[in-house]
């Protein structure tokens, strides 16, 4: 029997034990549900214009420290085979997920988001308020 309880924040051993097969055996893979997703399944997913052009693709998520809310997704857009890729946040709200396309939808036009804020990998701005407040407003959501 496992002495630190610590670790398992109450559950038992055989409750834990049970937790590697999703309940009611309905086939989904341990990191994704019905309502959720790991963030590793969302990177790499493609974006799309409203009018099926693939502009992108999901690199990573900002998630908020304290809140565990997804802040942006920074959508890698551009360039050619890694050459001038520039890195778009984009408000996790500005993106539908479309089943069909089985990607992301978001309702900006290709000029406006050649023109928002961005950057290059090597230069990372500073995720702070100041820079959340324009990415957001930019987009039209408040931050």
Do not use: C
């Given at each position: ?5 610590s670790?398992?924040?109450?559950f ?76 778009h ?37 500073a ?6 407040e ?10």
């Open positions: 029997m496992n002495q630190d309880t670790l398992n924040s109450g038992s051993e055989n409750e834990l034990a049970g937790k590697s097969e999703p309940a009611g055996g309905s086939g989904l893979e341990r990191d994704e549900t019905t309502n959720l997703i790991s963030s590793a399944k969302v990177e790499g997913t493609a974006v799309y214009a409203t009018d099926g052009e693939k502009i992108g693709h999901i690199d990573h998520l900002m998630i908020g420290k304290r809140s565990g809310r997804v802040q942006y997704a920074v959508m890698s857009f551009g360039g050619f085979l890694g050459v001038g890729e520039r890195f946040p984009l408000p996790w709200d500005a993106l539908d997920y479309d089943t069909g396309r089985e990607g992301y939808v978001v309702s900006i036009a290709r000029d406006r988001l050649q023109d928002a804020p961005s950057y290059e990998e090597n230069a990372r701005p995720f702070d308020r100041q820079y959340g324009a990415v957001f407003n930019y987009y039209g959501f408040t931050y």
